[in-house]
């Protein structure tokens, strides 16, 4: 890639890191502030002793003078071993079967996710191979009993009956769903999952085919519309509750410390914190001798995107493709079709990125003379600079004269880049969410496409060719300021693209590569025309 490119890609990353830093943190830890007050004003009115009415009781927890240690229910899936705990029936570990070895999503302190009455003690009422119903004693003569159903296409289903049997009619106090804290993913991702957990939900609004993903943060701004599913995911992974004829909850969210994480090269450690998600359920009534249900889907897994697209719920757009997200999924489309025929993801990578540059050869080619032709009148342009110093007029005009001698036009050099920057910011974010890359062998040592190099061969043979390609392409008499910040860009990205999956790396080496060959090309063509 030329310097024009890299500098505007430098800028654009200067000035989003500079809006994260001034305007997004500041109003997010706000934000968290306030949902954070706001839930645990909730959970302390959710202590309340049971009361009376209008001469109705209100269930509100089962009084114990001497607390049941807690209980484990294990079921053994083909997709992921489940353990559930007594206290409230939530799955306490969800013990993912990895192609690369078993990740523990869940592996944080808390009720566990799909958790309901953590002060109701569970056991065990029965179970299948996929299946397993755990039931629990609210106060003497109304029980609640939980149902969870794994099924192979990942949209499994979750009820929950409320069974009066006092004779009277009861009223079952608010209660509600719980999520988290956090969602743990694969070793590759686990330094990003801070950042990329997230408490999020589903809406369709008007006027749009598909709906809309929102993050939820604050708990004065619920959903202006009925939301269609909730829960919380990170880069790869999501669990999420889809509510199946029952009308959703109020939304209440806080980040909890769920432990400490190496920082800034292992020479610190700071608290890592994630998200914990409540879906508030209003209180209900219950008539005597009968049962209250709620039935729910639920999907816990890793978010795979072939498999959504077959899918109920719109599970793909919890998938970032980022601001140009058309071009994104055309590019991984045609990754997928690519590596239906190769069988290797990580040479659909360099086959797609080649398809790219053709479509883009006559942009890419008039950038590249236009930077050669700007290099070889460089000499001229400084002679002109130093004639006509403090005379602004006549060096406008000798300037606008040199170009049109040698037909330069500056603005030819710009209006690709504006063309190809889309697309490569597609592409990077394609790649970078793809879970068919996680697990994927390209050659030798490359054998997780997802993760980064581990001997950082890649980064630093990219870093080589931008050199390379900078020292190039890099006119005489540059002002010095200009030319250092050229000649360390190669070592900044080689730097940055250190620890970047090594499917990205591999997609920017080979973009690399193909431009510096058809610079060299262009060079020695324009070398022999003089």
Known sequence: MNRQFLTTLMLCMLVLMGYNQFVVVPRARAAQQAAEAQLKKQQEQAQTP?????????????????????????????????????????????????????????????????????????????????????????????????????NDNGINHLTVFFRNETGREVTISPWYWNFGPGLATVKSEMKDNERESKAVYL????????????????????????????????????????????????????KMEIGTQKQFWGLSEGKLKGPRLQINMPSATIAPDATLSYDSDFYFGPKEYKQFLQLPYHLER??????????????????????????????????LTVFIQLLLLRLTILQLESAAKMKKIQPEMKRIQEKYKGNNEALNRETINLYRKYKVNPLTGCLPLLIQLPIFLALFN??????????????GWITDLSSKDPYYILPILMGAVMFFQQRNSM????????????????????????????????????????????????????????
């Open 318 to 351: 919890s998938i970032a493709f980022g601001f140009f997200g058309a071009l994104g999924k055309l590019a991984r489309n045609v990754l997928e079709w690519l590596y239906g025929w190769t069988g290797n993801y990580g040479v659909a990578i360099i086959l």
């Open 203 to 254: 809406v369709q609004e008007k006027g749009k085919r598909k709906p809309t993903l929102e993050t939820f943060e604050e708990k004065s701004k619920q959903p202006s519309l009925p939301w269609l599913w909730a829960g919380i995911e990170n880069r790869y992974f999501l669990s999420v509750l889809i509510p199946q004829g029952w009308t959703p909850g109020e939304l209440a969210t806080e």
């Open 430 to 443: 394609a790649l970078r969410t793809s879970w068919a890359l996680h697990g994927a062998k390209f050659v």
């Open 50 to 150: 049971a009361a009376l009415v209008g001469g109705k009781e209100v269930i509100v927890r089962k009084e114990k003078s001497t607390p049941k240690p807690e209980e484990l229910f294990t079921l053994n899936l083909p997709q992921a071993e489940v353990t559930f705990s007594s206290k409230g029936a939530g799955i306490k570990t969800y013990l993912f079967k990895d192609a690369l070895g078993d990740v523990d999503l869940t592996p944080y302190a808390g009720e566990g996710y799909f958790a309901t009455l953590p002060q109701v003690d569970f056991t065990e009422q029965a179970r299948t191979q996929n299946s397993i119903t755990l039931v629990g004693d609210i106060v003497p003569g109304v029980s609640v009993r939980k149902v969870y159903t794994f």
């Open 475 to 530: 006119p005489a008499g540059t002002d010095p300021a200009q030319a250092a910040m050229f000649k360390y860009m190669p070592l900044i990205f080689t730097l940055l693209f250190m620890n970047f999956p090594s499917g990205l790396v591999l997609y920017w080496l080979t973009n690399s590569l193909l431009t510096f060959g058809i610079q060299v090309v262009l060079n020695r063509r324009i070398a022999k025309s003089n």
